[in-house]
């Protein structure tokens, strides 16, 4: 949690570790209620990110965090305005405000971690869909007969795409650990080289169907940008239908943790 000025800039910034002891409802919402009514003279609106679905002020659902149906302005008792917006959304906004907005209008952020996630903004503004479900690109099936999903169909865009699976499927704890072996190990180099062209299956889709100007990778594997844009971004074009007049741009997202956190305070902007 954290104040977010108009510059992006955090203060107070307060961590919850949320573990098997207090991973409920009630906790959640009485450590945020607490914080908002701590800062609530110097703020002008809530945001609030959320790993999951959202709509208007309802959480709908959430795989990680026992959160479903869940009326978030009841709980928190406040006179400011409160926006939910989803985590990938979050990070969206805080790239596209405060790096690329002046660029494009028709812009994708796809964050690569234990899942795939993704924020969609179409004409300048956040694309959520007619249910708040919009973006969910992970559950995008790219073979009808394979890996079967936790949410209820086979072969998922995220079982083949995430960090998670590339992880499973190369015995590796962390991708730092992948990225040493990358340049040491000709079976990794394969292996990587099939993820990516995974990777670039979802992600020349996703242009197929927004026409995106600029396609932004996000989460932990951006920070190895240089370890693999350069292919991908090869694999992409190959895929992609219109090759002729596309001008499709491709980079790493270039903030870090915290652009969940300053794209919730982003919000009461692009919700209006
Ligand atoms: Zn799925």
């Not at 709509?55 to 709908?60: A, R, T």
């Not at 790239?95 to 907005?101: A, G, L, Q, T």
């Not at 991708?175 to 992600?203: H, Q, W």
């Not at 219109?242 to 491709?250: A, C, E, F, P």
Request: charged share 25%.
């Amino acid at each position: 949690m954290g104040l977010i000025d108009e510059s992006g800039k955090i203060s107070y910034k307060n961590i919850v570790q949320i573990d098997d002891t207090n991973r409920n409802e009630e906790y959640i919402f009485k450590c945020i209620k607490e914080y908002v009514k701590l800062h609530e003279d110097k703020a002008e609106a809530v945001g609030i990110g959320v790993p999951g679905i959202v709509n208007n002020n309802e959480i709908v659902y959430t795989a990680n965090l026992p959160l479903k149906n869940v009326k978030v302005k009841s709980y928190i008792e406040t006179p400011l305005p409160v926006y939910l917006g989803n985590d990938a959304v979050c990070a969206t906004l805080a790239e596209y405000h405060f790096v690329d907005k002046r660029m494009y209008s028709n812009y994708a952020l796809i964050t690569i971690g234990t899942g795939i996630g993704a924020g969609i903004i179409l004409n300048g503004k956040i694309y959520n869909g007619s249910t708040g479900a919009a973006g969910e690109v992970g559950h995008m099936v790219i073979d009808k007969d394979g890996i079967p999903c936790a949410c209820g169909r086979r072969g998922c865009y995220e079982k083949y795409a995430s960090i998670s699976s590339l992880l499973k499927k190369t015995n590796t704890e962390s991708l730092k650990e992948f990225f040493y072996l990358l340049d040491r190990n000709e079976n990794i180099v394969k292996t990587f080289d099939e993820y990516l062209e995974n990777v670039a299956e979802g992600l020349a889709n996703i242009v197929n169907i927004y026409d995106v100007e600029m396609l932004v990778i996000g989460g932990g594997i951006a920070w190895f940008s240089d370890k693999f844009m350069h292919k991908l971004k090869t694999k992409v074009f190959s895929k992609i239908l219109n090759r002729y007049t596309s001008d499709l741009q491709m980079k790493c997202a270039e903030f870090g943790n915290d652009a969940g956190i300053i794209g919730a305070g982003l919000l009461s902007i692009y919700e209006e």
